[in-house]
């Protein structure tokens, strides 16, 4: 079993739609949580950062991590063509162990 | 662009030769990590330097791969004897000390 998982899609979805992204891990050590986004081609971009469990919202994006059941989500309201592109789970351990990354959710926001 | 930069972007190579890429991280970050992404797959682990110490190797790192990071500054990635199965995307990623790690755009090397 690996340390982070996630069902790699494609997902393709109309603009404007509400997308939900989810990721489940193993490691009950895990206590860090992150989104990244990967356009094509392009090194990840750091999108959300979540501590433990609970709900952390940013604009249209909103990160949900419930670490009894070792759950994270992420959900994209009103989702716009740019938001087409893969996107990664990513917890850690500790403030500055290394990321453990999921295989990726690649999303498709069609015009 | 998050301020860290890589370099070469792209490197095509022939099997059985050596390749270095270069890191330049964000200057007040004294966390720097490299990743190797292949196809389809999340980025993976490979090391991590506090400032000029490397504190952590993945058993992805062969006797063929060495890093440094002289000064704590940029870091090098050097891949000897390069094989087929090196070809990947080189990500360079540098950390806070809250863990909000940024990545740099990576080096694509292809070995032939």
């Known amino acids: 079993q690996k340390e982070v998982e996630q069902d790699p899609g494609p997902l393709s979805v109309p603009e404007g739609a509400i997308v939900s992204l989810n990721c489940t891990y193993s490691?009950?050590?895990?206590?860090?949580f992150m989104w990244y986004r990967q356009y094509s081609r392009k090194g990840p971009e750091l999108l959300m950062y979540?501590?433990?469990?609970g709900n952390k919202e940013d604009g249209r994006f909103t990160a949900q991590v419930d670490k009894s059941s070792k759950y994270i989500s992420l959900f994209i309201r009103d989702s716009q063509p740019s938001d087409s592109a893969t996107y990664l789970c990513?917890?850690?351990?500790?403030?500055?162990?290394?990321?453990?990354f999921g295989p990726g959710t690649s999303l498709s926001v069609i015009p | 662009d998050t301020g860290v930069s890589q370099d070469p972007r792209h490197k095509i190579t022939k099997r059985g030769q050596n390749v270095t890429f270069r890191c330049d991280p964000i200057?007040?970050?004294?966390?720097l990590y490299w990743y190797r992404q292949t196809l389809g797959q999340g980025p993976e682990f490979l090391t991590y330097?506090?400032?000029?110490?490397?504190?952590?190797k993945s058993r992805l790192l062969s006797d063929r791969f060495s890093a440094e990071r002289p000064k704590g500054s940029f870091s090098t990635l050097e891949i000897q004897r390069t094989e087929q199965g090196d070809s990947a995307m080189y990500l360079c990623?540098?950390?806070?000390?809250?863990?909000?790690?940024?990545f740099g755009p990576g080096t694509r090397l292809t070995v032939l």
């Open positions: 990513a917890p850690t351990k500790t403030s500055y162990d290394k990321v453990i």
């Open positions: 490691n009950s050590a895990f206590q860090y």
């Open positions: 990623a540098t950390g806070t000390r809250d863990n909000e790690q940024f």
């Open positions: 330097f506090q400032n000029e110490a490397q504190l952590e």
């Open positions: 200057s007040e970050h004294n966390r």
């Open positions: 979540t501590y433990s469990s």
